[in-house]
C-alpha cells in the first residue's frame, strides 16, 4: 500500500503513521523527520532546510521533493505512508511525475482535519525528551516531575517551531499550502477525510477499517 497522510501540524499524523506503519509492515517517510536528521547531521540540505523551518515557514519543493524521491526509492515493496509530504500543490504535481516513471501509484489519502484553536493548544504545550523521544504535554500528558522525563531523566525540550508565534505561521502556510493540496487528490477521487478532534484510538480503528477494505479490494 502507498498512502500519504496530510493534515494540519498537530493534527495527529504522526501517532497514526507510527500505528499504520507497524500494523501493515510499511515505511514511515516524514519530510519534518527526516529534515530534522539533515540538521542534526550539519549536512548542506539541513542548513538549508533551518532558517525556513525555525520560522514556519517551508523548505523550497526543489530541494523537499529531491529528499522525499530518494527516500522513496530506498523503501522496500511493501509500500510506505508520506507523513508530512506533499505540502503543496506543485510538489504534488511533482510526486505524481515521479511515480509514474517509477511506475508506481499512491493507493490511499488520508486527511486528518482539526480546529486551528486544538492544534494551537496541543502544539505550544508539547515538550519532548531529547535523549529517548519521549512526547508529553504540559496539561494533557504530564511527566511525574515536572519538565523531565520518567524514562531517562533528561531535562525536556520544547521543539523551536512549538512556540505560539511559529505554530500561527505554520498554520497560516497549511492553510494558503497545504489544504490546497487535499483538492488536488480529490480530484483523483480518493481522499478519506477524518475529524482528528476524537480519541486518538477512534481516529486509529476508522483507518484500519478504512485500509482493511482497500487491501481487499
Ligand atoms: P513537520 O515536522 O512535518 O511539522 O515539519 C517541520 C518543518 O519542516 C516544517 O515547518 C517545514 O519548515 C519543513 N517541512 C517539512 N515537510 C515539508 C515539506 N513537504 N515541504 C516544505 N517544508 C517542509
Do not use: W
Not at 495527529?12 to 500494523?23: F, L, N, S
Not at 519543493?61 to 526509492?73: P, T, Y
Amino acid at each position: 500500500m502507498r498512502l500519504i497522510l496530510l493534515g494540519a501540524p498537530g493534527a495527529g499524523k504522526g501517532t497514526q503513521c507510527k500505528r499504520i506503519v507497524a500494523e501493515y509492515n510499511l515505511s514511515h517517510l516524514s519530510s519534518g523527520d527526516i529534515l530534522r536528521q539533515e540538521r542534526a547531521q550539519k549536512s548542506e540540505l539541513g542548513q538549508k532546510a533551518q532558517e525556513y523551518m525555525d520560522s514556519g515557514s517551508l523548505v523550497p519543493d526543489e530541494l523537499i521533493v529531491e529528499m522525499m524521491a530518494g527516500a522513496i526509492k530506498k523503501t522496500p515493496q511493501e509500500g510506505f505512508v508520506l507523513d508530512g509530504f506533499p505540502r503543496t500543490v506543485n510538489q504534488s504535481v511533482e510526486l505524481d511525475k515521479y511515480l509514474e516513471k517509477a511506475n508506481k501509484t499512491i493507493d490511499m489519502v488520508i486527511n486528518l482535519i482539526i480546529d486551528d484553536q486544538i492544534v494551537l493548544q496541543r502544539l505550544t504545550g508539547r515538550r519532548s525528551c531529547p535523549t529517548c523521544g519521549a512526547v508529553y504535554h504540559i496539561e494533557n500528558l504530564k511527566p511525574k516531575v515536572d519538565g523531565i522525563c520518567d524514562n531517562d531523566g533528561t531535562r525536556l525540550v520544547q521543539r523551536p517551531d512549538d512556540t505560539v508565534e511559529v505554530v500561527a505561521n505554520r498554520l497560516k502556510t497549511y492553510h494558503e499550502q497545504t489544504e490546497p493540496v487535499a483538492d488536488y487528490y480529490r480530484q483523483n477521487g480518493y481522499v478519506f477525510d477524518v475529524q482528528a478532534d476524537m480519541d486518538v484510538d477512534q481516529i486509529t480503528d476508522l483507518l484500519f477499517d478504512k485500509l482493511d477494505a482497500l487491501q481487499k479490494a
